[in-house]
């Protein structure tokens, strides 16, 4: 298994609603990472774990919320977000801190 | 802060070669990737260079030159379905992570019949 899924392909949420992303990889990758990425514009890395602790936290607010139950999966939940938090959202994993990155398809996320 | 530069958009004729530029001026640098993104979808990894010098892989070629903070794709007999963005990224220490990567505003690559 070569790749990363996510779930759901896409979001639509109110700003009061509370809703979770999720990702997925079995290539056995000990860092994973949440990019956030605006049309036409490059992705903007916001959260990394290493070996299932975060390690990076890119200065994201407060109503993102990451979490990384395993090695496997990570999630990113979201309350309260604002219509300028419409994006696509990317997940990616690589073989430690060092590795080739590998993104998933992406959520497209869509705040009312 | 990191900077990283690219054209940001090219236009090329179908069966050409097209050349895309990065230039880098980064806190440390622990390799440069390139990285194809279709619209709509998520990037694809194309290639790595860490050390100077130039990486072929089939009809995508890419070099970097260290001490003038420089890489280029080379994309030969383009096609169609070449059309899409293509990002520069590089990869730096963080006392935190070990590494990360940050990337470039990315470069629009048109392929025309």
């Known amino acids: 298994d070569t790749e990363v899924t996510q779930t759901p392909k896409h979001l639509v949420m109110g700003m009061t609603n509370k809703k979770s992303l999720k990702c997925e990889q079995h290539?056995?990758?000990?860092?994973m990472y949440w990019y956030k990425q605006k049309a036409k514009k490059p992705p903007e890395l916001m959260f990394v774990?290493?070996?299932?602790?975060?390690?990076i936290n890119e200065s994201v607010p407060s109503r993102f919320s990451p979490e990384c139950p395993n090695s496997s999966l990570l999630n990113l939940h979201l309350h309260a977000l604002q219509p300028e938090d419409s994006a696509l959202y990317l997940c990616?994993?690589?073989?430690?801190?060092?590795?080739?990155?590998?993104f998933g398809p992406g959520t497209r996320l869509t705040v009312l | 802060g990191q900077n990283i530069d690219q054209p940001t958009e090219m236009t090329a004729t179908e069966g050409a070669i097209v050349q895309i530029n990065c230039t880098y001026q980064?806190?440390?640098?622990?390799?440069l990737f390139w990285y194809q993104q279709h619209a709509g979808e998520a990037p694809t990894f194309l290639s790595y260079?860490?050390?100077?010098g130039l990486e072929e892989k089939g009809r995508f070629s890419s070099f970097l030159s260290r001490s003038k903070g420089y890489s280029y794709l080379l994309l030969k007999e383009l096609q169609m379905k070449d059309s899409a963005s293509y990002l520069c990224a590089v990869r730096t220490p963080n006392n935190n992570a070990g590494n990360m990567l940050t990337f470039g505003g990315g470069t629009r690559l048109m392929v025309k019949p």
């Open positions: 260079n860490v050390l100077d």
């Open positions: 290539m056995g990758h000990r860092a």
């Open positions: 990616a994993s690589s073989q430690g801190r060092a590795g080739i990155l590998f």
């Open positions: 774990y290493s070996y299932e602790k975060l390690s």
């Open positions: 980064t806190s440390g640098f622990n390799g």
